[in-house]
């Protein structure tokens, strides 16, 4: 079952920014002739609309990238995308539990191996085929990416077009956590990883496809230079705790994205420091000494 996207993605001025209105859920929704998605009802302040798993042809079959919800229904939706093609795989970008949740339960009613980078973050998930930088798994090349997770990687297909997973939205910026389960510096490194790849579609995990590769990647890299810089600026001279910072950067935050706006900033304060701008003492932050 597939059906035409309800209006078409619009760009922002800012040149990076993509969005669309609420997609049909549980529709196969066509990207190209060999690439479709599916939306997951799990919209929210951290999801967009809601996870988008991909479905991407292949020689023999096709594979699923980030199956994402246990909904009954959206899992059924996935197996009807697939049409009369095997399912081959299911590969996930990171073990976020919005990409996670529905691999295992699809990956056993379908009998089919569950894949993800070697190295996983989740602590209960081991990936049934273990992939790594430059693997070629249906069709699919595999990309590391760390930044946003340590296990985050893309999938690129042969003729230029990148899954990105949650490191490249057009919708959002992405959450970028400290230490030990990300890293600014590995964002930032794996943005430069994707610029050099000279793809021409980005297809993220939430949101629209992305034509504007090269816009949206330096876009974004400058927004997140720009968002350090001010947080350096707004660093307040004496130090403080994490929390403090949060109180005296951020207000009116929408309900539910405390959490993240506290991760992010601990994630550029441990940058910060790497670069000598910023000290850690005890529980307190504080800026350097010219």
Known sequence: MSAPLANSPKTSRNGWR???PPPPYGVALPQTPAIRRVV???????TGNGTNSWLADHDGGCVIIDPGSTDPAHLDALVMAAGN???????????????????RPLGTRLGIPVCGFHASAEADFIPDIGLRDGDEIAGLRVLYTP????????????????????????????MVPPAPHGSVQQFLDS????????????????????????????????????????????L????????????????????GLRRAARLNLHAHLEKLAHDGHVILDGDQWAKTMP
């Open 40 to 46: 997951a009802n799990n919209p929210g302040p951290m």
């Open 236 to 255: 307040p001279p004496e130090p403080r705790t994490l929390d403090e910072i949060v109180d005296s950067m951020y207000h009116n935050l929408r309900p």
């Open 18 to 20: 993509i969005s669309e």
């Open 147 to 174: 930044g946003h997770a340590s296990d985050h990687i893309c999938l690129e297909t042969p003729d230029g077009i990148i899954f990105t997973g949650d490191h490249v939205m057009g919708w959002s910026t992405t």
């Open 191 to 234: 943005m430069d990883y994707l610029l050099r790849r000279d793809s021409h579609l980005l297809l993220p995990a939430h949101g629209p496809a992305i034509p504007h590769v090269k816009a949206c990647i330096e876009g974004l890299v400058a927004h997140r230079r720009a968002r350090e810089d001010s947080i350096l600026a707004l």
């Open 85 to 103: 093609l095997p399912v081959t795989h299911i590969i996930l970008t990171h073990t976020h539990a919005d990409h996670l949740a529905g691999a």
